[in-house]
């Protein structure tokens, strides 16, 4: 066998259809409708002009300027970015998502993405002597890293309405001497757990356990986590640049975490991989950072086109829990969520169906600009009248 053993009992992710054929309106990656600002651009362009011999050279292993940038960015907009108040270009977060002391660079760690991030994470606090436990339906990325690192998992199934069953999580925690992780709000369910909630869990779970809230989505209306750490030294919060900060091409994301956390998976990162994050990503990072009330405004259009295309699907008979995410998690009594998903592909747009058993009814559809969500409403509107 040229292969090892290892590889056998993988299941890979599948991401969102990327397709090559012909142009769609891409509405099933969950990616940002909007570019970049501005300003990415711009200091792409200074960088590579003024420094083109940093293409030779090695990066910051640390990425120090871009977590400092990272750090100041949570601490002007609270972590929730829709909810954030913009004066000119001053941004200050709402009442309720003040985080009660300052965000350091100690407490971030970035990588290539969210997922590279936890995939450290993982292997760095989770084994298989132990089971960990997360949601039946959760990012989809969780139980593939789990099947590479060989840990055993325990799902627990969602409650009716789709949300977690929390007291379930934290019973299964203690009986299995293991961690916890979910997404807040969750994917592709939409819905989340208030920052209440969370520290109620946290109370009860294991101390000696990680606790991993991952924050994919919370821009979009959730409340962010970030100042529990203040009191649990356990938690971890993972985060991406790919959603609110309309930067899925970067491949960048981070955690905010204690020092100590922070500390233990520089460690896994440099036994991995020693520059993970490239010179141009780590100058396109910071420059997103240094702009937030650009991504304050585009945050806040997305959750308005939410809003609109969640009161278009529940009048035209679907159920669509009431999301706080940058997509919507509907199904049709009548309509199979297949049958969705091929007809509104007819019409040139894309959209995600699960075929996943006990989701399968349900079609998950990003949210774009208003004149794409228009072109939704109108496939939707023809999906009607065939069926």
């Known amino acids: 066998m040229l292969v090892s053993s290892r590889i056998k009992n993988l299941s890979p992710y599948v991401p969102g259809e990327q397709p090559n054929d012909r142009v769609y309106i891409k509405l099933n990656a969950n990616e940002n409708p909007y570019p970049p600002s501005k ?144 997404a807040n709000p969750n994917a592709p369910t939409a819905l989340a ?59 960048l994301g981070y ?20 520059f993970p994050i490239d010179a141009i990503n780590q100058t396109a990072g910071i420059a997103a950072c240094n702009d937030v009330a650009y991504y304050v405004e585009t945050s806040k259009k997305v959750v308005e086109e939410r809003e609109k295309f969640y009161n278009f699907l529940v009048e035209n008979g679907f159920y669509v829990t009431k999301s706080k995410t940058n997509f919507l998690f509907a199904k049709h009594p009548s309509i199979s969520g297949d049958v969705i998903y091929k007809k509104i592909k007819e019409e040139g747009i894309l959209i995600r169906h699960f075929a996943t058993k006990g989701i399968d009814d349900f079609v998950r559809i990003s949210i774009g600009t208003k004149e794409q969500m228009e072109a939704l409403k109108k496939a939707f509107y023809k999906l009607r009248m065939k069926n």
């Open 39 to 182: 300003n990415v651009a711009k200091s792409l362009i200074k960088f590579i002009k003024k420094h083109p011999e940093k293409m030779g050279l090695y990066p910051d292993p640390d990425s120090v300027k871009l977590n400092e940038a990272i750090a100041k960015m949570l601490n002007q907009s609270g972590g929730v970015l829709c909810n954030a108040k913009v004066e000119g270009k001053k941004v200050s977060p709402a009442e309720n998502d003040k985080i009660p002391f300052t965000v350091t660079s100690d407490m971030i760690y970035s990588g290539n993405g969210s997922d590279e991030v936890l995939s450290f994470i993982f292997y760095a606090f989770f084994d298989s002597s132990k089971k960990f436990v997360m949601p039946e339906f959760t990012y989809s990325f969780y139980p593939v890293y789990a099947g590479y690192y060989n840990i055993p998992m325990d799902l627990v199934p969602l409650k009716d309405d789709w949300s977690l069953d929390v007291d379930k999580m934290l019973e299964n925690a203690k009986n299995d001497d293991g961690g916890i992780i979910f």
């Open 193 to 251: 757990l208030s920052r209440e909630e969370v520290r109620q869990m946290l109370e009860k779970a294991n101390k000696d356990e990680i606790f991993i809230v991952d924050e994919a989505y919370v821009d979009f209306g959730g409340e962010s986590c970030i100042p529990l750490l203040k009191d649990y030294k356990n938690l971890i919060i993972v985060r991406t640049f790919s959603k609110s900060l309309c930067g899925a091409g970067q491949r």
């Open 255 to 274: 955690i905010v975490a204690n020092p100590e956390i922070i500390k233990t998976v520089f460690t896994v990162k440099n036994c991995v991989n020693h």
